[in-house]
């Protein structure tokens, strides 16, 4: 009889086994490896804001590196709470009209530890939230170079909040999320090309002639304070830039190695390229350009890095690297606008020919969820990376004008003369970065190494950087 007991129990359970494999095949299920690969990829991109915050605080003057390092840190307060808030339902919550997410997902509601097929089937749907999250936080947060050394605080507050709102969560998903029109038309852009660097560049220039240039600007030395402080924050940039370009696969993959290694190639080339087209120009290659050249390739890489091969890969570095020195050091200096630390320069212009690039080089044989380019047989997919380019620009340029002029409304945007002469970081926020420097009257820093001398200024234009 137990025998037979044994064999009946045996049979039901073998019976059953495979019934319960099939549904547990059927539903989404949850990959260890990938989720611990975009959690680390999440933290990676976290620490890019720190790292932009010592990017841009060693290149401003000594009276304003805290407000400078106080815009990224308080972007990373702000942006949290609003992707949780409503931020996250906005960008990839249901669509409406191909236009923008449903308010489902507010609170995070319905947002939980099981995955969401629709983005990444094989991580929980909040470890996708919180990568995102980072995107959303850094891209605000490279506006405020541009605007450096001369918009006031509680201004700068109202800006991120309504800028995240209004211009960053629409373009995500846009070109992310599902149903969003441009993804819809078949724009490429891996890890935020438009979403985050053009958005951002092309806004900053905005901001940066709403507000005017700095007093003074042209007519005195504003030299960066302290270039080791910008290298530093320019290797953890270069460092959580695998986070955020490799982690875009979603997975620890194939697709991920190939983003890691055109990452590095990319930012590797257009460093070189910086430093060489420097060298050549003005007889000298500087610390600072080969730091903004890596920065440059690495903006330029982000829309192509799971799309292209290596070899693309050095070829758009050193383009972006290239032209991303000219802009800084020839456009600005012809147009006369203060974008102070390049904010337009490196990742508008950077990101513009990053999006265009991927319309050139991309090719299914690396990323077969994508589309050839132009040099694989596709150049209709130039077309559209070149109207994702247009739609973005345009859209930021507008809003980010509208949000501004009505932000002047409630509070003054741009600091008064006397806030300017005496520094944001006492005016703003009462500390001094170096007070024992200040009192005893010591420099600390040297001239900037792609900043023209006061003396070449052409009267009523800007210092070529």
């Known amino acids: ?20 494999a099939f549904a547990a095949d059927g539903a989404p299920k949850i990959d260890s490896g990938d989720t611990a690969f975009v959690l680390i990829s999440a933290a990676l991109v976290m620490l890019m804001t720190p790292g932009l915050a010592l990017f841009y605080g060693g290149m401003v003057r000594k009276k304003n590196v805290l407000s400078t390092i106080m815009h990224s840190l308080i972007v990373l307060g702000l942006v949290s709470i ?25 609170g995070l509601s319905g947002v939980g530890q099981t995955p969401n097929p ?12 919180a990568f995102q999250l980072m995107f959303a936080i850094i891209t605000p947060a490279l506006i405020s170079g541009s605007i450096a050394e001369r918009m006031r605080f509680p201004a700068f507050v109202l800006f991120v909040l309504a800028w995240a709102t209004l211009i960053y969560d629409p373009l995500a998903h ?19 090309g438009t979403v985050v660097h053009i958005s951002s560049g092309v806004s900053g220039l905005v901001a940066a002639l709403v507000l005017g240039k700095r007093k003074g600007h042209g007519a005195e030395h504003m030299a960066p304070h302290h270039i080791p402080m910008t290298v530093l924050g320019a290797g953890l940039l270069w460092f959580g830039w695998f986070g955020f370009n490799a982690g875009s696969a979603l997975g620890a993959n194939g697709l991920a190695a190939s983003a890691f290694v055109t990452t590095n190639t990319s930012a590797a080339a257009a460093a070189l390229a910086w430093a060489g087209v420097e060298w050549l120009r003005n007889g000298k290659p ?8 890596a920065v440059a390739g690495l903006v330029a890489i982000t829309p192509a890095a799971g799309f292209v091969t290596v070899p693309a890969s050095i070829i758009i570095g050193l383009v972006g690297g290239g032209i991303c020195y000219l802009a800084v050091s020839v456009l600005k200096a012809k147009l006369g606008y203060d974008d102070a630390l390049d904010a337009f320069g490196c990742h508008g212009i950077g990101g513009m ?13 690396v990323n077969a969820a994508g589309n050839n380019g132009l ?26 004008f509208v949000i501004l002029k009505a932000i002047n409304l409630v509070v003054r945007v741009r600091a008064t003369a006397e806030e300017e002469d005496t520094g944001l970081d006492l005016s703003m926020h009462g500390e001094q970065a170096y007070p024992d420097f200040v009192a005893s009257g010591l420099v600390f820093g040297m001239p900037s ?13 800007n210092p070529a950087k």
């Open 353 to 365: 020919w990053g999006a265009l690039a991927t319309g050139l080089f991309a090719t299914k044989a």
């Open 449 to 461: 190494a792609h900043r023209a001398p006061v003396a070449s200024v052409v009267p009523g234009g």
């Open 375 to 400: 040099f694989y047989g596709n150049p209709h997919q130039l077309v559209v990376q070149g109207i994702s380019v247009a739609v973005t620009i345009a859209f930021a340029a507008a809003a980010t």
């Open 1 to 20: 009889m137990r025998r037979i007991w044994t064999f009946i129990l045996t049979a039901v359970f073998l019976l059953a086994f495979p019934m319960a």
């Open 174 to 192: 846009w070109v992310w999320g599902n149903g969003g029109f441009l993804r819809n038309m078949g724009a490429l852009d891996f890890a935020g």
């Open 118 to 129: 629709d983005y990444a089937a094989t991580i929980p749907a909040l470890v996708f939230m």
């Open 82 to 106: 609003q992707w949780v808030m409503i931020g996250y339902s906005l960008a990839f919550g249901p669509d409406h009209a191909s236009l923008i997410g449903g308010l489902n997902w507010l």
């Open 286 to 293: 500087t610390v600072l350009g080969a730091a903004s050249g």
